[in-house]
């Protein structure tokens, strides 16, 4: 990161001047405005419904995570009486997930979600909003490790090491052979993008009935299919998914998933909430059950009440009678199943679990098809509290701190704590402190084989693999790691996935009718599933706050 650029809490203008400096230096500086525009939060709900419009209104939010506390947050401000169900027992945030290991929580690391590209302006939105405070992720000395191949190599921003020291293990053709690193990466991944006119890659962020014939036929094939089709050997393809892992979960999906995230380049210049990423939906929930939130400007008597009903799963959504509203069935501990009815609901909840709920009548066909067909992710995260930070202690190449080490190994990536990357003195920050390592993050199939082992021998295994990456002697890691904690999202009842990722065509096929309200209006849809920022928590706030206004604008019309 340049040094102009603050490690912590940077202004709007800081953030944009950083994500157009990086648009410049990779020759689309065109598309800048596209992204600022098009990633920007929606209209503010009361600049077109007055604030108490719907007071008296009864709505139902299905799902406590970032989309329905946004839409909860926002619909308050007009009076509404809101009701948030939420399946979880212990907490709010849905795939946010800050596991802190002791009570005062110094010692944290995050289970789901967890950063903040510059350009995700909705995010940064409600960051504002809240106070909250970020740093960087982005070390400005980053040399984490690469091992593929059984080589272990320092990563170099001018992908040197991977052309002199990988290259000759992969079955590469002569013209590949003498393509440097950086120039073969960017030619598989970003081809398609560049391919397209600035009007074109702005649909990817777009929501529309119909797309350029262009852009939805790169979307209509798999990123293996366009590696293919640029005649990339497979030696080439194993090179690349080995030194971009996240690259091979993707291979089968749409290859709109690589040109997305390469389109607002959201692993680059990456921040995090200081604390913990839980802090912004606890955000929310504060700010949701006080009688006088600090951030509304208006009025607080113009408030509606808002209700949380933790530990309850919804089992059914139901038509009333000559479209009276919403009947919504609840399945709690404590009291069984239970029917209330709303005027209005949004549902919140992944359509991973939606597919288990009971609809009547169905809701159009191709939302019925997509919240049976549509991908999700398979996913998990590993956190080690170890008693010293072993990868600040490498002398021959230099402390790591912060920043991702990647690896061809099943453990995917490990991910290295960012609380020292700034330290005003060495003695405040020794290697000799405990720290918070994520030693594993994978996705795909490598996360289904890992987790389908017993937990003794899958934790034995990340450990084995961490050692490899580094150069431990095997069994060092058994007396550092002094806690552990594993979250597999498949196998959580409420989530049954990591993100939803798209199979090649089906953003074509479903994604505008999964948006569109059923029930003639009374049911709207919220998450980052409907949304072009699919895994982010950028898409689960757009889409809460949009599905917000969405409801409003039909409540008012009615």
């Not at 049976?372 to 021959?396: A, I, P, S, V």
Request: glycine fraction near 6%; hydrophobic fraction near 35%; charged fraction near 25%.
């Amino acid at each position: 990161m340049n040094n102009q650029y603050p490690y912590q809490n940077p202004t709007d203008e800081q953030r944009r001047q950083l994500l157009l400096d990086s648009l410049t230096a990779v020759g689309r500086r065109d598309d800048f405005e596209n992204i600022l525009k098009l990633l920007s939060p929606p209209p503010e709900i009361t600049n077109f419904v007055a604030p108490k419009a719907l007071n008296n209104v009864r709505i139902g939010i299905i799902g406590g995570g970032l989309a329905g506390l946004a839409a909860a947050y926002e619909l308050r401000k007009l009076g509404a009486s809101i009701t948030i169900f939420d399946a979880q027992k212990e907490r709010v945030g849905g795939r946010v997930d800050t596991h802190y290991f002791d009570r005062s929580s110094e010692f944290y690391g995050e289970l789901g979600a967890a950063r903040i590209p510059a350009s995700h302006e909705t995010v940064w939105y409600y960051i504002n909003l809240f106070g909250l405070n970020t740093e960087s992720l982005t070390s400005p000395d980053p040399n984490n490790i690469i091992y593929a191949h059984n080589i272990r190599i320092r990563r170099e921003p001018d992908g040197r090491n991977v052309t002199r020291f990988l290259y000759p293990y992969y079955d590469l053709s002569e013209k590949e052979r003498n393509t440097p690193w950086n120039q073969l990466r960017n030619y598989a991944l970003s081809t398609m993008l560049y391919s397209l006119t600035p009007d074109e890659r702005a649909e990817i962020l777009k929501i529309l009935p119909e797309y350029s014939q262009r852009y939805a036929a790169i979307s209509r094939l798999s990123t293996r299919q366009i590696f293919e089709m640029l005649e990339l050997s497979q030696g080439a393809i194993e090179l690349i998914t080995a030194v971009e892992p996240f690259t091979e979960p993707f291979l089968n999906m749409s290859h709109d998933e690589i040109m997305n995230t390469e389109y607002s380049l959201d692993f680059l210049n990456t921040y995090r909430i200081s604390g913990g990423t839980l802090h912004l939906p606890m955000s929310f929930y504060n700010s949701l059950m006080s009688n006088d939130p600090k951030e509304i400007r208006f009025p607080t008597y113009f408030l509606g009440k808002v209700e949380l009903k933790s530990r309850s799963k919804i089992s059914g959504i139901y038509m009333a009678q000559e479209n009276e509203g919403v009947y919504l069935r609840c399945s709690s501990e404590k009291k069984g199943d239970t029917l209330e009815q709303f005027d209005y609901v949004i549902c919140a909840i992944p359509f991973s679990t939606l597919r288990e709920v009971d609809i009547k009548p169905f809701f159009r066909n191709q939302k019925m098809q997509a919240i049976k067909e549509y991908h999700y992710m398979d996913g998990q995260k590993t956190l080690f509290l170890c008693r010293k930070r072993f990868w600040e202690e490498d002398r021959d190449y230099g402390r790591m701190n912060g920043g991702i080490s990647v690896t061809d190994l099943p453990i995917q990536t490990i991910i290295y704590p960012p609380d020292h990357i700034r330290c005003k003195d060495s003695e405040s920050c020794t290697p000799d402190m405990p720290g918070v390592l994520t030693p594993s993050y994978n996705l795909g199939q490598d996360s289904i084989r890992q987790t389908n082992q017993p937990e003794a021998l899958r934790l034995q295994m990340i450990k084995h693999n961490v050692e490899e990456v580094h150069g431990l002697p095997e069994g060092a890691l058994d007396t550092l790691v002094e806690n552990q904690v594993t979250t597999i999202w498949s196998g959580e009842p409420w989530a049954r996935g990591a993100f939803a990722a798209g199979y090649p065509g089906q953003k074509m096929r479903f994604l505008h009718s999964m948006t569109l309200p059923e029930f003639e209006q009374r049911v709207f849809f919220a998450g980052e599933h409907v949304s072009t920022k699919q895994g982010w928590m950028q898409g689960a706030l757009y889409s809460g706050k949009e599905a917000a206004n969405r409801l409003a604008e039909a409540a008012l019309t009615r």
